[in-house]
């Protein structure tokens, strides 16, 4: 009886995996249709996201024995939660701006080296040369992926000639955000 207790959990752990991979991997999507279909502010989308997500937190979580815990760590979940709003936020303000394939790209890139630097803010880290190497190769990983060479087909206003740039060859993939 135990084993089929510790299978039906797992199950339900690999269904609430995959709930969650599929909403998440189609949240870019939906927003892109909100925005463009249906002219809702991005802002409006994060916000209410929070919201009904809060709840869904709250109902499962929000039990009585948990609110000591909750209240020791208050000021932490606050702010915890207001930098993940406002990661959430510029996401859909780039996806409103530039479509979902960058800022979705830039979501998957950074929230290591997000976290990574929290922690080292936090003192949970310790900052040393490697672990700087390793933050600095992410972010340059960061920008060549989302980084174009040459003259693509996404490019808008051409730089004005006698201009020097040290960057000349290079040009962001969306030239909305270039000021080149």
Same mark, same amino acid.
């Given at each position: 009886m135990v084993w089929v207790m510790s299978g039906s959990r797992s199950v339900v752990a690999l269904a609430a995996a995959c709930l969650a991979g599929f909403l998440w991997g189609t949240g870019a999507l939906v927003v892109n249709l909100l925005i463009? %279909?249906?002219? /809702?502010? &991005?802002e409006n989308i994060s916000f209410w996201?929070? @919201?009904i997500g809060g709840l869904g937190l709250l109902a499962v979580f929000g039990r009585a024995g948990l609110? &000591?815990?909750? %209240? =020791?760590? #208050?000021?932490?979940? $606050? +702010?915890?939660?207001? !930098?993940?709003?406002?990661?959430?936020l510029c996401w859909f303000l780039g996806i409103a701006r530039i479509g979902a394939a960058v &800022?979705?790209? /830039? #979501?998957? !890139? *950074?929230? &290591?080296?997000? @976290?990574t630097l929290s922690a080292v *803010?936090? $003192? =949970?880290? %310790?900052?040393d040369g490697t672990?700087? *190497?390793?933050?600095?190769? +992410?972010? +340059? $990983?960061?920008v060549a992926v989302v980084w174009r060479r040459g003259k693509g087909r996404c490019r808008r206003n051409p730089p004005r000639s006698g201009r020097a740039s040290p960057f000349r060859g290079a040009r962001p !993939? !969306?030239?909305? *955000?270039s000021p080149w």
């Open positions: 463009a %279909r249906f002219g /809702i502010a &991005p996201r929070f @919201v609110l &000591p815990a909750f %209240r =020791r760590q #208050a000021v932490l979940l $606050g +702010a915890a939660g207001s !930098c993940m709003a406002l990661y959430v &800022p979705t790209l /830039i #979501a998957l !890139c *950074l929230p &290591p080296v997000l @976290v *803010l936090r $003192g =949970r880290e %310790r900052l672990l700087a *190497l390793w933050l600095a190769m +992410a972010l +340059a $990983g960061t !993939c !969306c030239m909305r *955000l």
